[in-house]
C-alpha cells in the first residue's frame, strides 16, 4: 500500500474518533465539587489525607488543603490533573490567577476566578508554606 494512502487513512481514522468521541459527550468538561475534587485529588496523591476541597465557582478548578499542604486540582478536557503547590509561583491576573510550576510537564495554569475568590484563593495559598506571589503585570 503506497504511503500516502496509508497516512490518509490514520489521519481520517484519528479525526473520524475525535469526532466521535466529541459528539458522544465523553470530552466534555465534568465540574468539580467537593466531593469530585477530593477524589481526583486523591486518585493523583493516594497517601494524602484530604482536609478541605474548595472549588472555584466555575466547577473547572479546586484549592485542595492537605496534612502535606496546599494542592490544586482542575478539569483537563473529560480528566483532571493535580498538582502540589508547594514550588508554585502565583501570578495575579485579571480574570484569575496563574500558577507557575516547577514542573516541565506543566509549566502554568490559569485557573479562572471572581475578584472575589482570586482574593481568597490567594491569601489561602500564600497563607500556606513556601509559594512565591509574582507581582502583577502592569501595561
Known amino acids: 500500500m503506497p504511503l ?8 481520517c481514522g484519528v479525526v473520524a474518533i475525535a469526532i466521535i468521541l466529541h459528539m ?22 493516594p497517601d494524602s489525607a484530604v482536609q478541605s476541597a474548595r472549588p472555584a465557582a466555575t466547577g473547572h478548578a479546586a484549592l485542595i488543603t492537605t496534612e502535606q499542604g496546599m494542592g490544586i486540582v482542575w ?12 514550588t508554585a509561583k502565583i501570578e495575579p491576573q485579571p480574570k484569575g490567577l496563574c ?8 509549566p502554568s ?30 501595561g
Open 99 to 106: 500558577l507557575r510550576f516547577a514542573d516541565f510537564s506543566t
Open 75 to 86: 478539569c483537563f478536557g473529560a480528566d483532571t490533573i493535580a498538582r502540589p503547590l508547594d
Open 24 to 45: 458522544s459527550g465523553r470530552s466534555a468538561v465534568v465540574p468539580l465539587t467537593e466531593d469530585s475534587a477530593t477524589r481526583a485529588w486523591l486518585r493523583h496523591s
Open 4 to 11: 500516502e494512502i496509508l497516512v490518509t487513512m490514520v489521519v
Open 109 to 138: 495554569v490559569t485557573v479562572i476566578l471572581s475578584s472575589q475568590e482570586r482574593a481568597v484563593w490567594k491569601d489561602a495559598i500564600t497563607a500556606a508554606p513556601s509559594p512565591t506571589v509574582l507581582s502583577q503585570k502592569t
